[in-house]
């Protein structure tokens, strides 16, 4: 099993819907969990990050976190066709070499359609 | 503005040539990082590093080398480069300790390895 699980997609929906992304985990080492944004032909870059369990709001954008169920989610309300780009979650943990590394799922490309 | 620059958007390279991928960071990040990201495949680490001549080796380290001589410089070497190292190639960099550890990505290199 792999440490992190994101289902690739594509996803596409109407401008306007409620979009939800998920990815689950099994390393419980895991400690924080952020979402990135990937737009086509550039780096990912930090949208949201979360620590503890239950819910982070920013703008349209939740972020939300279970660790009991090693499951986290991002919602976007409203969805915009700006918002067309790949989703990818990612999980720090402890190297042992004196730093942290992400785990990365694979990214979700939601495609959000005028 | 934090800024990650990688010296060539694309490349083309013939198999067996010696490639060397750049990247330099602007804010005095200790950590460095070195990402490979393919279709279906998601984000894979290289190498990172977190100090100057130091370096770490990430999940996928066979057939790269890495070089970390100044703290803002960390190079990708491809000692002899065959076609399936043909993918688009990131770099990144953190601070070492404290706050959330963001990862700040380049805009990545595609190299095509004919």
């Known amino acids: 099993q792999k440490e992190v699980e994101q289902d690739p997609g594509p996803l596409s929906v109407p401008e306007g819907a409620i979009v939800s992304l998920n990815c689950t985990y099994s390393?419980?080492?895991?400690?924080?969990f952020m979402w990135y944004r990937q737009y086509s032909r550039k780096g990912p870059e930090l949208l949201m990050y979360?620590?503890?369990?239950g819910n982070k709001e920013d703008g349209r954008f939740t972020a939300q976190v279970d660790k009991s169920s090693k499951y986290i989610s991002l919602f976007i309300r409203d969805s915009q066709p700006s918002d067309s780009a790949t989703y990818l979650c990612?999980?720090?943990?402890?190297?042992?070499?004196?730093?942290?590394?992400?785990?990365f799922g694979k990214g979700t490309k939601l495609s959000v359609i005028p | 503005d934090v800024k990650v620059t990688q010296s060539s958007r694309y490349l083309v390279k013939r198999t067996g040539e010696k490639v060397f991928l750049e990247c330099v960071q602007d804010?005095?990040?200790?950590?460095m990082f070195w990402y490979r990201q393919d279709p279906g495949l998601g984000l894979r680490l290289i190498y990172f590093?977190?100090?100057?001549?130091?370096?770490e080796k990430g999940d996928i380290p066979e057939g790269y080398s890495v070089s970390r001589e100044k703290k803002e410089r960390f190079s990708l070497i491809l000692e002899s480069a065959s076609t399936n190292q043909t993918s688009m190639y990131l770099c990144?960099?953190?601070?070492?300790?404290?706050?959330?550890?963001?990862?700040?990505f380049g805009p990545g290199t595609r190299l095509t390895v004919l």
């Open positions: 990144a960099s953190s601070y070492l300790l404290g706050g959330w550890n963001e990862q700040f």
């Open positions: 390393n419980s080492a895991f400690q924080y």
């Open positions: 979360t620590y503890s369990s």
């Open positions: 990612a999980m720090r943990s402890y190297s042992g070499a004196g730093s942290y590394q992400l785990t």
């Open positions: 804010m005095d990040h200790e950590n």
């Open positions: 590093s977190y100090d100057v001549k130091m370096k």
